[in-house]
């Protein structure tokens, strides 16, 4: 009776480990099953790269250390989508997933980056499958697929930050890959190969900003620049692709003040933003700035879009901070100009509200650039964080009051002036008008002198 217990106790124990363990098992790598998003249904990472007879798990091994991130493989779906296949050696520790990614679909002379959008699918240790957003796979019979470089988010606890005050919002790692898609009766087959990059080694991102005397109408430019340096040695610099996003603020401040000058409250600050808009531009070396400031009284400005670091500063008057980031870059691409404008709500002389419209730049990156290094022309693709600007202008700004004096002083001097020469004014006033008209009346006594003959 008891050998009939003890073999009933373990067909027990038996049933009641399959079921523990079919209910807590642990996935591991070789599981297949496809995901759902968005009503698509997507293979899984693993299922992809192993469908590769030359795959090698081992070949991705986790270091907690490693935060970069390295593009291994790309795919086309059926649905015109496009895959990028990552590496990411700290895995899941590092708790990092990829933001965008730099694709040209033309090469050589025709190289031309976007960055595009990337979104998780799904991953396994330390590799990832991402979606690019916004991509539609062309129905060419040969596709290129040119990635210079691929971002994640900054992350303070283990990314530098500038050292300055422009801020870093993603970080590049280089790719410098050229993937050939090729499509022969109705199979597809890929081949890589390693491309050239350009590497920025420095980097300043700000604005000048240009006002009138006593700012009275309240308009103003912000000219918005990058200065910058790269690890190659460059003699002429011909063409600059640029990618980045503008918003419009608004910022109220109010400033806790009564009539009489009584402080109420403590001051405070609102902002309003407007919608991010992209922006994806090349710029030539011919390329030319030019903005007019002021409403009745306008002040024309010009400059190069493309500038070495010494002919941009030969009339700027910078902070002692911006002279410091960029004086020791290599060139200076002046590439957006926006409206400024400051006003105020008072109360006889005491602002109550104090307004101030503009724009800012964010998620700033250089895609590309041509350029001439020992007669040798490139053409490459660039490795370059995005940042967002300095919120504060680059330039000395000018100071009213000190403008109001000075138009003052100058108006005093010019009535001093004319009080001293005022006894001497008939005879200077004569005296200006004899000269002239004394070559008016040289001409008609030649005339008159031929008329006589």
């Known amino acids: 009776m008891a050998v009939k217990i003890n073999k009933m106790f373990l067909l027990f124990v038996l049933i009641l480990s399959t079921i523990l363990i079919s209910v807590f098992a642990v996935p591991t790598y070789n599981s297949y099953a496809s995901i759902l998003i968005d009503g698509i249904e997507y293979s899984t990472v693993l299922e992809d790269l192993q469908s590769d007879s030359s795959f090698n798990i081992e070949s991705y091994p986790l270091n907690e250390k490693d935060y970069s991130l390295q593009v291994i493989q790309i795919a086309e779906s059926e649905n015109k989508e496009l895959f990028i296949y990552a590496y990411q050696p700290s895995g899941e520790i590092g708790n990092l997933t990829a933001t965008s990614i730099n694709i040209s679909t033309g090469i050589e002379e025709n190289l031309s ?130 990618s980045y996003v503008t918003r419009t603020y608004k910022k109220t401040t109010d400033t806790g003040i009564l009539t009489g000058g009584v402080q109420i409250g403590t001051p405070s600050t609102t902002y309003e933003y407007g919608e991010d808009v992209p922006h994806n531009y090349t710029y030539d070396a011919d390329d030319e700035a030019e903005v007019e400031v002021g409403l009745l009284f306008q002040t024309k400005y010009t400059w190069d879009r493309i ?94 009051l000190q403008d109001l004096l000075s138009i003052i002083f100058a108006c005093l001097l010019f009535i001093v002036l004319l009080v001293i020469i005022w006894p001497f004014l008939p005879a200077i006033l004569s005296f200006v008008w004899k000269v002239i008209c004394f070559p008016f009346k040289l001409i008609k006594s030649i005339f008159k002198k031929k008329d006589k003959k």
Request: charged share 25%; glycine share 4%; aromatic share 14%.
């Open 307 to 400: 500038q070495t670091v010494d002919e941009f500063l030969e009339d700027k008057n910078l902070t002692s901070t911006a002279l410091e980031n960029i004086r020791k870059k290599q060139f200076v691409l002046n590439f957006y100009e926006s409206e400024y404008q400051e006003w105020a709500d008072s109360i006889g002389a005491v602002a109550v509200k104090e307004y101030e419209t503009g724009t800012r730049v964010r998620d700033m990156t250089i895609l590309r650039l041509k350029f001439e290094t020992n007669g040798v022309t490139y053409n490459l693709g660039v490795i370059n964080n995005k940042y967002n600007s300095s919120d504060t202008p680059a330039n000395v700004q000018r100071n009213p």
């Open 113 to 242: 980056y976007k960055n595009y959008k990337l979104s998780l699918l799904n991953s396994s240790g330390t590799l990832y499958k991402y979606k690019v957003e916004d991509f539609v796979v062309k129905d060419d019979a040969l596709r290129y697929y040119d990635i210079s470089s691929i971002f994640r988010k900054w992350n303070g606890d283990i990314d530098e930050d500038t050292g300055n005050d422009t801020e870093i919002t993603e970080v590049a790692y280089e790719v410098a890959k050229l993937y050939t898609a090729v499509t022969v009766d109705g199979v597809v087959s890929y081949s890589c190969e390693e491309t050239a990059v350009v590497d920025i080694t420095d980097e300043y991102l700000s604005f000048i900003r240009y006002t009138t005397p006593l700012n009275w109408t309240g308009n103003a430019c912000d000219s918005h620049f990058v200065a910058f340096s790269t690890n190659y040695e460059i003699d002429r610099l011909y063409e600059i692709q640029i």
